[in-house]
């Protein structure tokens, strides 16, 4: 999982990106080609917003201090074992990486149960827990109002050990 800071990608930049990834993904469905392909198309696009994000000097850096990056350090293991187990992060000037597996909640559920919001946290939940509460401080600490985080992120479902390496 990725996420950024507000404004760390320009708005005509995320809309370049996103339009090449939505003409690839139709180029590989009208040629019939399957899922494999699909996957390599999102992977490509992660890679790319990913190498923007590394490289761009574009936008706010508010994370590069210590005690900010510090907030954010705190709330990725705040919620570490109870909606994920944390596996690595790491927080950069205007992003953040974090590898987390969900799957240690499947434990609790019996196979009968329906998999559903009281037995089974999502990332989504989680993100929104750590993306608010950061913000939050961050803001305090800045003295500022407004917008900390973009609303999107970018994730990637790691399906081997190749890729979780």
Known sequence: MTFNLKGAIPKEVLNRLQEEKRLALHRIGDQGRG???R???????????DYFLDTSQFGP????????AGILK????QYDTYYYELL???VMSNHVHMVVNLSFQLDTINADD???EQNYKSLYTAIKRIKGGSALLANRLLN????????????????NADELN
Not at 39 to 49: D, I, N, P, T
Not at 74 to 77: D, M
């Open 88 to 90: 690595a992060y790491c």
């Open 39 to 49: 996957y390599a198309e999102h992977k490509r696009y992660f890679a790319r917003v």
């Open 61 to 68: 850096d508010w994370l590069k201090l210590p005690e900010r």
């Open 144 to 159: 500022r109002a407004g917008s900390f985080w973009q609303p999107e992120s970018y994730d990637h479902y790691v399906r």
């Open 35 to 37: 899922t494999d392909e």
């Open 114 to 116: 329906v998999i559903n």
């Open 74 to 77: 705190t709330k990725l293991h």
